[in-house]
């Protein structure tokens, strides 16, 4: 008897998201996977967007929620509700995206294909009517030794050079699939985290406990994105990525690598201080600072169920922060260069291979 196919839930958090809910449930209603279902919470919306997705969409399930719970926490709503209907996959997925219609098959051919797969992110383009599918926006993400994640790939053109199933470091929140066994041993996103950081917190999580992350490159997204560089954005970064840090390093890391955190909390007071938003870094120090008890928690659950040590975790973090969305001459001049030669001092240290990139070129 042939086994019967795995479901899918595609997640969605709205807030206020009129301008581009329509565009990204209509790319979804084409998909060739069966079966899926679209789960739609929204976070306190006021623009109509709800209404306008119950009477365009009523097949997706709307989860309504009073107020913005934050990224972690909706996603969280979204996961249980998906267990509940034994949800075999599932899918994170930004509301200013539009996906093609091959998108969830490639992204679950990529876990079929790698049993050690437990997350595989999509190849995501800048959407564009005029030239679709040439500018990548994310083919998976970069870690900095000191807890910074950025995109990795942002800017090029795509040539083909990303055509195969290839292991990355951390996939983005805002086009990914998760095997519900890594929700399973791992948990759920840390609700700590109300914005940024958590998707690279969930999955370093995941590879700690042996988990492999994945670029699905012929799953492809048009993300209508827009770098947005803003106060909020950096406080709710420096409140969450020593957290990131202190939960997830190993002691020895944490003692290595403690000269070059100090060295860029000062180049952070610095650049705040400079852009005025020096009172929000100190916000996110006291938020820290009240939540340490309970990140220490945290810590102490992670570090006795983790299977995988730092030395192998690390060798896919880097000493630079090759960001073209950053650009100023203290990064290139001063940060990059110091925190290179302190990394690879580092790795030294703490025996940290070289790392190998895994390419699989087999097809199911």
Same mark, same amino acid.
């Given at each position: 008897m042939a086994s019967l196919p795995h479901k899918a839930a595609v997640i969605i958090i709205n807030f206020n998201g009129r301008e581009y809910i329509e565009d990204c449930l209509s790319s979804l209603t084409r998909q060739t996977y069966r079966p899926y279902e679209v789960i739609l919470v929204d976070n306190g919306s006021r623009d109509g967007s709800v209404e306008l997705v119950r009477e365009r969409f009523p097949q997706v399930k709307i989860i309504r929620n009073a107020e913005n719970l934050g990224f972690s926490r909706a996603n969280n709503i979204g996961i249980r509700y998906a267990l509940k209907k034994r949800c075999d996959y599932f899918v994170f997925l930004n509301?200013?995206?539009?996906?093609?219609?091959?998108? !969830?098959?490639? !992204?679950?051919? %990529?876990?079929?294909?790698?049993?050690?797969?437990?997350? %595989?992110? +999509?190849k995501i383009y800048i959407y564009s009517d005029d030239e679709p599918g040439r500018i990548i926006n994310s083919v998976g993400n970069e870690v900095h030794f000191s807890g910074f994640g950025f995109c990795s790939g942002l800017g090029e053109v795509d040539d083909e050079q990303y055509q195969q199933d290839q292991e990355i470091t951390f996939a983005g929140g805002s086009a990914m699939l998760v095997r519900r066994e890594v929700l399973e041993e791992i948990g759920l996103f840390d609700e700590d985290f109300f914005l940024y950081v958590e998707d690279l917190d969930f999955c370093i999580r995941a590879r700690m406990m042996g988990w492999r992350v994945y670029l699905a490159p012929r799953s492809r997204v048009h993300h209508k994105y827009i770098f947005q560089k803003g106060k909020y954005k950096y406080f709710h970064i420096e409140r969450n990525r020593p957290a990131f840090i202190l939960k997830n390093y190993e002691a020895k890391s944490l003692l290595v690598m403690l000269p070059a955190f100090l060295f860029m909390e000062a180049a952070v007071i610095g650049f705040a201080l400079w852009d005025g938003w020096l009172g929000l870094k100190l916000k996110a120090y +006291?938020?820290?600072l009240q939540n340490l008890k309970k990140t220490l928690r945290k810590r102490q659950r992670v570090q006795t169920l983790r299977k995988v040590p730092d030395r192998e975790i690390l060798s896919s973090y880097t000493g630079? !922060?090759? %960001? +073209?969305a950053l650009n100023s001459p203290f990064l290139h001049y001063v940060y990059n260069p110091f925190m +290179?030669?302190?990394w690879r001092l580092a790795k030294v240290l703490l025996e940290v291979p070289h790392r190998e990139v895994t390419i699989d070129s087999e097809d199911e």
């Open positions: 509301y200013d995206t539009v996906v093609e219609e091959d998108f !969830l098959e490639e !992204l679950v051919g %990529c876990v079929k294909r790698n049993p050690r797969v437990g997350i %595989c992110q +999509s +006291s938020e820290a630079e !922060l090759n %960001c +073209s +290179s030669l302190y």
